[in-house]
């Protein structure tokens, strides 16, 4: 017997197996034709605005690094990006609500406290840092000044150490909130000095500034970007800069480390992220893009204006940054024991 079906089966005639041949190759055909069109739609991501989440309130370097990069995209992307302002809770309201969205067109600006301080003082996070997202780009690192009101009669930080440790307990500094880069700026600069001012946090570099410069808080840290405009109006004065060397808009303030602590730095880093579930394909359009656009002319004339460096890496190299400061952070942390009021 025969394991096949007899000749004179009608699915073998010659006229079925012509047209066989023919639906194959018209199915391939037509695969053929999709494929074009698939990696069309595929390539036209983003297809819709793009919501660019900060988690923090408007007026720090935060908003000004955010809306640089922002306004670049927005001409190579083919999309509005737009800024969205979201804070509260240290960051983590944002970065919970943006590790969760799925509509691949949402991205959150990372930062030191959202990445490397929060995953060390609080008990419990509403999102995992490095398994909830995807790293993007190190868009820009900002050095922290250290500031004060200018009733505060020192005019250096070496006067500033002195004034605090005489007053001891009575000095307060303000913070744009529990975590924030300038948390964690001056809880630095009080372990390294050994000395105490109470911390008053805000929801945001802009109500804090607003306290500052009335006197209500006696000084604070604050990024470059955000605080030069009011230190060259004499609103408040700069006693030292965390940068590793005096930058050209501030020739005459010393650093911390040329005041007396040599090897400290303290700046601010920016950077873009993404929902972990963005598809691979938009990450590597996303990272180029960005790179570009941090490293356009127009954006560096804007981040060098207010003293912020841009970076523009890729996201592998963003990645290794993250960890690298996270280790880096968390020994800082824990000894201070900073925590979240």
Same mark, same amino acid.
């Given at each position: 017997?025969?394991?096949?079906?007899?000749?004179?089966?009608? &699915?073998?005639?010659? /006229?079925?197996?012509?047209?066989?041949?023919?639906?194959?190759?018209?199915?391939?055909?037509?695969?053929?034709?999709?494929?074009?069109?698939?990696?069309?739609?595929?390539? +036209?991501?983003?297809?819709? @605005?793009?919501r660019f989440v900060v988690p923090f309130a408007p007026g720090g370097s935060s908003e000004i690094v955010a809306r640089s990069t922002a306004a670049e995209l927005t001409k190579t992307l083919?999309? @509005?990006?737009?800024?969205?302002?979201?804070?509260?809770?240290?960051?983590?309201?944002?970065?919970?609500? =943006?590790?969760?969205?799925?509509?691949?067109?949402?991205? %959150?600006?990372? $930062?030191?406290?959202?990445?490397?301080?929060?995953?060390?003082?609080?008990?419990?996070?509403?999102?995992?840092?490095?398994?909830?997202?995807?790293?993007?780009?190190?868009?820009?690192?900002?050095?922290?000044?250290? =500031?004060?009101?200018?009733?505060?009669?020192?005019?250096?930080?070496?006067e500033f150490i002195a004034y605090v440790k005489s007053k001891p307990g009575k000095l307060s500094y303000g913070s744009a909130g529990n975590g924030s880069a300038g948390h964690l700026a001056?809880?630095? *600069?009080?372990?390294?000095?050994?000395?105490?001012? *109470?911390?008053?946090?805000?929801?945001?570099?802009?109500?804090? *500034? #607003?306290?500052?410069?009335?006197?209500? =808080?006696?000084?604070?840290?604050?990024?470059?970007? +955000?605080?030069?405009?009011?230190?060259?109006?004499?609103?408040?004065?700069? %006693? +030292? #800069?965390? @940068?590793?060397?005096?930058?050209?808009?501030?020739?005459?303030?010393? #650093?911390?480390?040329?005041?007396?602590?040599?090897?400290?730095?303290?700046?601010?880093?920016?950077?873009?992220? &993404?929902?972990?579930? /963005?598809?691979?394909? $938009?990450?590597?359009?996303?990272?180029?893009? #960005? +790179?570009?656009?941090?490293?356009?002319?127009?954006?560096?004339?804007?981040?060098?204006?207010?003293?912020?460096?841009?970076?523009?890496?890729t996201p592998a190299q963003f990645a290794q940054f993250i960890a690298a400061e996270q280790a880096r952070w968390k020994k800082v942390l824990l000894r201070a024991k900073v925590k979240p009021?």
């Amino acid at each position: 017997m025969h394991a096949f079906l007899p000749p004179h089966d009608p &699915a073998f005639s010659p /006229l079925n197996a012509r047209r066989r041949q023919l639906l194959s190759a018209g199915g391939a055909a037509a695969l053929a034709g999709l494929l074009p069109g698939m990696a069309q739609a595929q390539a +036209a991501w983003p297809s819709k @605005s793009v919501r660019f989440v900060v988690p923090f309130a408007p007026g720090g370097s935060s908003e000004i690094v955010a809306r640089s990069t922002a306004a670049e995209l927005t001409k190579t992307l083919g999309q @509005s990006v737009f800024v969205d302002n979201k804070p509260g809770a240290a960051g983590n309201i944002a970065m919970s609500e =943006v590790a969760r969205a799925e509509d691949q067109h949402t991205l %959150i600006l990372g $930062h030191i406290g959202t990445l490397a301080v929060n995953p060390f003082i609080f008990d419990k996070l509403p999102y995992d840092p490095n398994k909830d997202f995807k790293p993007v780009s190190l868009l820009a690192k900002v050095p922290s000044l250290y =500031v004060v009101h200018p009733d505060v009669p020192a005019k250096n930080l070496r006067e500033f150490i002195a004034y605090v440790k005489s007053k001891p307990g009575k000095l307060s500094y303000g913070s744009a909130g529990n975590g924030s880069a300038g948390h964690l700026a001056f809880e630095y *600069l009080k372990m390294t000095a050994d000395v105490f001012m *109470l911390h008053v946090p805000y929801r945001g570099t802009g109500p804090m *500034l #607003t306290d500052l410069l009335s006197g209500r =808080v006696d000084a604070s840290a604050v990024g470059a970007a +955000a605080i030069l405009p009011f230190i060259k109006s004499g609103k408040v004065r700069c %006693i +030292a #800069t965390g @940068s590793a060397k005096r930058l050209p808009q501030l020739p005459d303030v010393g #650093t911390v480390a040329e005041q007396g602590f040599p090897g400290f730095e303290m700046t601010q880093w920016y950077g873009m992220l &993404a929902p972990a579930n /963005l598809a691979p394909a $938009h990450l590597d359009k996303l990272a180029a893009e #960005t +790179a570009k656009a941090v490293k356009s002319q127009g954006s560096l004339e804007r981040l060098n204006a207010d003293a912020a460096e841009a970076i523009g890496d890729t996201p592998a190299q963003f990645a290794q940054f993250i960890a690298a400061e996270q280790a880096r952070w968390k020994k800082v942390l824990l000894r201070a024991k900073v925590k979240p009021d």
